[in-house]
């Protein structure tokens, strides 16, 4: 029989192992927690074709309509803007944020067969819709402001 003799000190290193690696985890978990905090976010969207327009749909839940910009440039439409951080709570047993904040900016090609002069957007429930007409051999040849009803 092999007789090992016992080591206090060989176990206290082991422990002060495991105990810094479950450090660098939470460490690792708090910068990723803070980095979603931070960062700009992207809004989810729905796109759709229907018979006489393109429909598309972005999810802007706390978002005025007078922080969103939509135009149009080179054949492309553009809906930008900002979430801004509301009022932070802090209580002395708790905080907490889980709402991304930060400018957006999301980009979709027409097609030539959109009427760019009829193009027009709504917002409701914090979903901004933006109806594009089909109108055959439209052509975008400058910049033009939607404005949001």
Do not use: C, W
Request: net charge negative.
């Amino acid at each position: 029989m092999f007789v090992t003799r016992y080591n206090p000190i060989s176990q206290t290193r082991d422990f002060q192992r495991g105990f810094n690696l479950l450090n660098s985890m939470l460490d690792s978990i708090e910068e990723q927690k803070h980095s979603l905090v931070t960062d700009d976010f992207t809004p989810n969207v729905n796109t759709r074709e229907g018979e006489f327009a393109y429909h598309i749909e972005v999810d802007l839940p706390g978002i005025d309509k007078e922080d969103v910009n939509i135009e149009i440039e080179d054949s492309k439409l553009i809906i930008s803007g900002e979430r801004k951080t509301e009022e932070e709570i802090k209580e002395e047993d708790y905080y907490k944020i889980e709402s991304s904040f930060g400018s957006f900016s999301r980009s979709f090609s027409i097609p030539e067969e959109v009427d760019v002069e009829n193009i027009h957007a709504s917002s409701k429930d914090g979903v901004l819709e933006v109806v594009l007409p089909k109108l055959e051999n439209a052509k975008i040849d400058k910049v033009t402001k939607i404005e949001i009803k």
